[in-house]
């Protein structure tokens, strides 16, 4: 399980950013605490990624198959870093 | 070199071999993978047999649905047309519905995956051939069966999201909303069965050095898509039962007068439904990736990031359900964390796209049948993509909710996405299972048709849409200005038939089935399928090396059929083929594979009759039919689980495998643990079913049980878990005569029973009753989930103990037991955790 968690670390992170605001939006609807509390989640998410981040660029590179792993592993932490912000933004823009 | 298992990577440079193979090898291996003739065909379990039943299926129930849209369209073509009453109309929308997403879309693509996947992989067959005809007759004998209510006039009428309180006994008292909930309940079992035999194959049979960054780009889609399957079908299973709980036994689980609420089956159809569209859409992606890439006579440009949009699509996809709700009253912030998440999703597709599109500028593109199809589809999904984005923001959902815009729009995804891959994949691929190709003439006659059919046809829905008409009228009065829009859209959809009846005439004069005369590499595709097959896939199974193996290395279709690699022959004169671990593909153990059985047929075939009979209320037959099915596949799972004489045998070049394997390196175990996702998400959906009524209905919250009975209940399932546990370990030893595992499973087994019936005593002990709100309605459906794990382990008891008394649970380990176990151990985790949240919420 650890190869496939360092592969979709940032999509895990990524996908308990989006289960957390929805579970703050339906407990706590549109109010200044669900919007505290989303602001926290994201912080807390976006830290999460950093670590792994950091984890994956220091990753062995033995065979291919790890410097594959490792790219997919850094893009999807990309990608998660880039939407967890997107999807706080209606919680703290508005 | 690392390694995941300790096997040597080095032993694949004994690859190719240079001796001569004894002639006699490959008329064995013909005789063993041979399949039965004449009707004894239904017996058959080989994906060639099995794969192409099934895309002939799926495709004609894609016939049937679209005759069923060709006479909706000739209803709708004027205004006060009379050709279909309103009822018969919304039977004919439901079931177009219907049948395409639930018997053609996903079928189709699950089957496709049976017919390419152990040829893409080198594998002799998938790893679980049984339960691919199992999967493929329940889902035939039903699928007919349900599209066949339309004759009779009970056909569902209800549409193909099937909400509450239309469904309901009070507005739908027929049968009709029945055969639905049973029908397509009955029917995701199948393809949940096609998708652990997909994900377990995807894993666990790829070709020695088929690393995960080796792996074809259509098996990372059919892996997403079988995980897909496992995480969201199960909200669907669930939510159909409990609206036939409440129609047959007025439990109210969306009867907001009592507890319970509407919108919660929308949270559990939406669940799933969002997530099938990408279900649906990912293995069309797959093959798409793959067809480029020879179309174009280049290798796929940023095959990396198109599997990271595979996996990113995966993720996504569950978090935008509630996009489907815009206009139901969520809370605003909610409405806009799934408006953010749904324009999202239009990222890791564009990937894709980009992708495709990149792949065909930089290679030397032909612009045969295949080619335009898939840039048909392309072309036809980006629009659908882009109106996608549109339904996205909130204020314009509003706008065109439940118009046509909205058909509109989900016609261009998944005819883009979907319908023009398939079309380009039958005439890339059927060169694989027929002796002769498709003609290309007639296929680009196909294609020109069905492409501006779809045009011309659905585009003018937008209009119709933000002209107000809504989506489901059996028709409509003239002066409204839709005569036009509706009389082009209707001519569109018979140029569109047109397409597809060309496509049939091609078919019936080209397509020859064959398993072992095919017309070969057409289309100088770079994977492994294109490699000379028999029934028994390849000759020999190949190291490899790149991700398009046949375009590097030319000798290596005839070193494969010298059979110079891994298994030349049968290694212990039965089906078999190479597990290899997940990862780096390393060879871990030879898997013995059944044979061709008449009992998974049986097994489905009653299975069906359960289900369907219990539709039509024959509650007896339908009982009798329920005992059979599970006498039948006890008897298919007898042959099953046999050590062979041989504990290790050699698999070519002087390599050896064990022939026997149990515990978490066996792909059974991972066939449970695959299913016991299947279960436990169930069981979430149901716990979130308990905890939404209470948030939104708290007010017929009643006092829950005692949390003294606790005492009793969680000790109970302590003992089954621990007691299971033990019988695995006591298996180890020689010496046991008592506590035998057989009997302690029994024990086992026996505490798992009790934990549960003393949980269900205490509730019914409390005074509340299923039918009296909400609250008892989810407590009790939660604990009918328990019972029936508890009933499936005493059944696992006596199976184990009839396996015991004819020496068939070997020692050590033995993978019976192990699987038995585990479904044991879950089951009382799941006992326990539905005791405490059931009593603690609402108590504190």
Redesign the interface.
Same mark, same amino acid.
């Not at chain 2, 806009?336 to 998440?341: I, K, R, T, V």
């Given at each position: 399980m650890r190869?496939?968690s360092f592969?979709?670390g940032g999509?895990?992170v990524? %996908?308990v950013h989006? !289960?957390a605001?929805?579970a703050?939006?339906?407990?706590f609807? $549109?109010t200044p605490i669900?919007?505290g509390l $989303?602001l926290v989640a994201t912080i807390v998410c976006l830290g999460w990624g950093a670590w792994l981040l950091r984890r994956a660029w220091r990753a062995a590179r033995?065979? *291919?198959? #790890?410097e594959?792993?490792r790219?997919?592993a850094l893009?999807?932490l990309g990608?998660a870093g880039v %939407?967890i912000v997107?999807?706080a933004?209606?919680?703290l823009l508005? | 070199?690392?390694s995941?298992t300790g096997f040597d990577p080095a032993l694949y440079d004994r690859f190719p071999t240079q001796q001569e193979r004894p002639p006699e090898e490959l008329e064995e291996l013909k005789r063993i993978w041979c399949a039965p003739k004449g009707w004894r065909l239904l017996t058959a379990v080989n994906n060639n047999y099995v794969g192409f039943f099934y895309v002939a299926t799926a495709f004609l129930f894609f016939l049937l649905a679209g005759i069923l849209a060709l006479v909706m369209r000739v209803q709708l073509s004027l205004p006060l047309q009379g050709i279909l009453p309103q009822e018969t109309y919304n039977q004919f929308f439901t079931m177009h519905g219907t049948v395409m997403m639930f018997l053609f879309a996903v079928p189709m693509v699950e089957a496709i995956g049976v017919l390419l996947l152990p040829q893409m992989l080198a594998a002799r067959d998938l790893p679980f051939p049984r339960l691919s005809a199992y999967a493929f007759w329940a889902y035939f004998v039903g699928g007919l069966c349900f599209f066949a209510s339309i004759f009779v006039g009970l056909a569902p009428d209800g549409g193909w999201f099937m909400y509450p309180p239309y469904t309901s006994t009070a507005y739908s008292p027929g049968i009709n909303a029945d055969f639905w909930l049973l029908g397509i309940g009955f029917i995701e079992i199948s393809a949940i069965a096609g998708a652990i035999e997909i994900i377990v194959g995807v894993l666990r049979t790829r070709a020695p050095g088929m690393?995960? #960054?080796k792996m074809p780009i259509y098996a990372w889609a059919m892996l997403v898509f079988g995980v897909m399957i496992i995480v969201g079908f199960p909200s669907v299973i669930l939510g159909t039962l409990l609206l036939e709980l409440e129609r047959a036994f007025n439990w109210p689980f969306f009867d907001p007068t009592r507890g319970g609420d509407a919108l919660l089956w929308q949270h559990l159809f939406w669940f799933f439904g969002h997530p099938e569209v990408y279900i649906i859409f990912l293995p069309a992606s797959g093959l798409v990736s793959m067809m480029v890439a020879s179309l174009a006579r280049t290798p796929l440009v940023g095959h +990396?990031?198109i &599997?990271?949009a595979f996996?990113?699509t995966g993720?996504?996809s !569950?978090?935008v359900w +509630?996009h489907h709700m815009f206009t139901t009253g969520m *809370?605003?912030? +909610?409405v806009?964390? !799934? +408006?953010? %998440?749904s324009m %999202?999703v239009s &990222?890791p597709a564009g990937i894709q796209v980009f992708s495709w599109i990149a792949t065909l500028a930089a290679g030397k593109l032909r612009f045969n049948a295949p080619t335009l199809f898939v840039l048909g589809g392309l072309i036809t999904f980006v629009i659908g993509g882009l109106t996608g984005v549109m339904v996205a923001m909130v204020p314009f959902d509003w706008q065109v909710h439940d118009s046509y815009f909205i058909v509109a729009h989900l016609h261009y995804v998944l005819i883009g996405g979907m319908v023009f891959p398939v079309f380009a994949a039958f005439y890339y691929w059927t060169p694989m299972t027929s002796s002769r190709p498709l003609s290309e003439r007639l296929g680009k006659w196909a294609f020109w048709l069905m492409f501006m059919g779809m045009q011309v046809t659905f585009w003018p829905m937008h209009i119709a849409g933000f002209m107000g008409m809504p989506r489901r009228v059996y028709t409509y009065l003239p002066g409204r200005d839709w005569e036009i829009v509706n009389l082009i859209s209707t001519f569109g959809a018979f140029l569109l038939a047109a397409g597809v009846l060309v496509f049939l005439v091609d078919l019936a004069r080209n397509f020859r089935f064959t398993t072992d005369n095919d017309a070969g590499n057409v289309y100088g595709g770079g994977s492994l399928e294109w490699l000379p097959t028999g029934l028994y896939s390849t000759r020999s199974i190949p190291v490899v090396k790149s991700r398009e193996p046949l375009w590097n290395d030319p000798q290596l279709a005839e070193d494969v059929e010298e059979g110079r690699y891994f298994l030349p022959g049968s290694a212990t004169g039965l089906r078999e083929t190479i597990i290899t671990s997940p990862?780096?593909a390393e060879p871990q153990y030879l898997q013995i594979m059944p044979g061709p059985s008449v009992w998974p047929f049986l097994g489905a075939v009653f299975t069906a009759g359960f289900f369907l009979l219990l539709t039509v209320q024959a509650y007896f037959v339908s009982f009798a039919s329920a005992v059979l099915a599970v006498a039948c596949i006890l008897r298919w799972l007898w042959d099953t689980d046999r050590p062979v004489h041989d504990e290790t045998v050699d698999v070519g070049a002087g390599i050896h495998l064990p022939t026997y394997v149990a515990g978490p390196r066996s792909h059974g175990w991972w066939a449970m643990i695959i299913l016991l996702v299947v279960v436990g998400m169930m069981f979430i959906m149901a716990l979130f079913s308990f905890l939404y009524l209470y948030?939104v209905q708290p007010r017929f919250w009643a006092a829950p049980a005692g949390l003294a009975d606790l005492v009793a209940i969680l000790p109970a399932y302590g003992l089954a878990a621990g007691l299971a546990w033990l019988s695995r370990f006591m298996l180890a030893r020689e010496k046991t005569e008592r506590w035998t595992p057989g009997v302690l499973y029994l024990c086992a087994a026996a505490a798992l029973a009790a934990g549960t019936g003393i949980d269900l005593w205490s509730w019914h002990a409390s005074g509340l009753r299923p039918d009296a709100s909400g609250q008892g309605a989810t407590v009790y459906a939660l604990l009918s989930l328990g019972a029936v794990l508890a009933g499936i382990a005493l059944l696992m008891a006596v199976y184990l103990a009839a396996r015991n008394s004819r020496g068939m649970i070997v020692r050590p380990r033995n993978n019976s037991l192990d699987l038995c176990v585990l479904w044991l151990v879950y089951a009382a985790g799941q006992g326990a955790i539905t005791a405490l949240v059931t009593r603690l919420v609402g108590a504190i």
């Open positions: 190869g496939w592969l979709l999509l895990i990524w %996908a989006f !289960f605001l929805y703050i939006g339906s407990i609807l $549109t669900a919007r $989303t033995l065979t *291919p198959l #790890d594959w792993m790219t997919v893009c999807g990608i %939407a997107w999807q933004l209606p919680a508005a | 070199m690392t995941e690393t995960l #960054d +990396s990031l &599997v990271l996996l990113a993720f996504i !569950f978090g +509630s *809370p605003n912030l +909610s806009g964390f !799934f +408006s953010a %998440a %999202a &990222v990862i780096r948030g």
